[in-house]
T-cell receptor
Framework: DAGITQSPRHKVTETGTPVTLRCHQTENHRYMYWYRQDPGHGLRLIHYSYGVKDTDKGEVSDGYSVSRSKTEDFLLTLESATSSQTSVYFC?????????????FGDGTRLSIL | GDSVTQMEGPVTLSEEAFLTINCTYTATGYPSLFWYVQYPGEGLQLLLKATKADDKGSNKGFEATYRKETTSFHLEKGSVQVSDSAVYFCALSDRGYIPTFGRGTSLIVHP
């Protein structure tokens, strides 16, 4: 168990409101990721982090920002939520010391934007 | 760039049937290959992996062989159970720490 906790697990909010999702890991792994999962699209990378204050964009980063002020926490923020951001969001970490290691995933946050 | 192509689902089988889920990839280097499984309401879990050509990954009765000549990593199981119903993702990791995932294949196993 890689010790990944996502919060909240479910959230319903309204268009235009800010939303922050939290990913917490217990094992000080360097690499952390945020994905969204939608029917017909599989998993799509939003942002990732390779260390404290070191982040980069993925393929669907528009409308999202991230922050990592501590090794164990990686936050995903929707500054002004839109209905197109209704999705299931997964946090993942990479546990290995080389670049071909598998990822470990949290259980997801189901976000609905009305 | 790198890509992973999986057969579209859903794949529907009866219990004890033989399973194959096809996966092919393109990569510029020598990637590691993975199969993940996602049960309803959960995140993805690593099912098996292979790191070089001709390696066979196996776990829980599932197997996949890294075929460099055909750029494939097909998932197989000799006798599926209802509890194997899930979504299966093929993935590769080439350079760096950003993997490439296929779109997933849903498996439904009937009693």
């Amino acid at each position: 168990d890689a010790g990944i906790t996502q919060s909240p697990r479910h959230k319903v909010t309204e268009t235009g409101t800010p939303v922050t999702l939290r990913c917490h890991q217990t094992e000080n792994h360097r690499y952390m990721y945020w994905y969204r999962q939608d029917p017909g699209h599989g998993l799509r990378l939003i942002h990732y982090s390779y260390g404290v204050k070191d982040t980069d964009k993925g393929e669907v980063s528009d409308g999202y920002s991230v922050s990592r002020s501590k090794t164990e926490d990686f936050l995903l923020t929707l500054e002004s939520a839109t209905s197109s951001q209704t999705s299931v969001y997964f946090c993942a970490i990479s546990t290995g010391t080389d670049d071909n290691q598998p990822q470990h995933f949290g259980d997801g946050t189901r976000l609905s934007i009305l | 760039g790198d890509s992973v192509t999986q057969m579209e689902g859903p794949v529907t089988l009866s219990e004890e049937a033989f399973l194959t889920i096809n996966c092919t990839y393109t990569a510029t280097g020598y990637p590691s290959l993975f199969w993940y499984v996602q049960y309803p309401g959960e995140g993805l879990q690593l099912l098996l992996k292979a790191t070089k050509a001709d390696d066979k990954g196996s776990n829980k009765g599932f197997e996949a062989t890294y075929r460099k000549e055909t750029t494939s990593f097909h998932l197989e199981k000799g006798s599926v159970q209802v509890s194997d119903s899930a979504v299966y993702f093929c993935a590769l990791s080439d350079r760096g720490y950003i993997p490439t995932f296929g779109r997933g294949t849903s498996l439904i196993v009937h009693p």
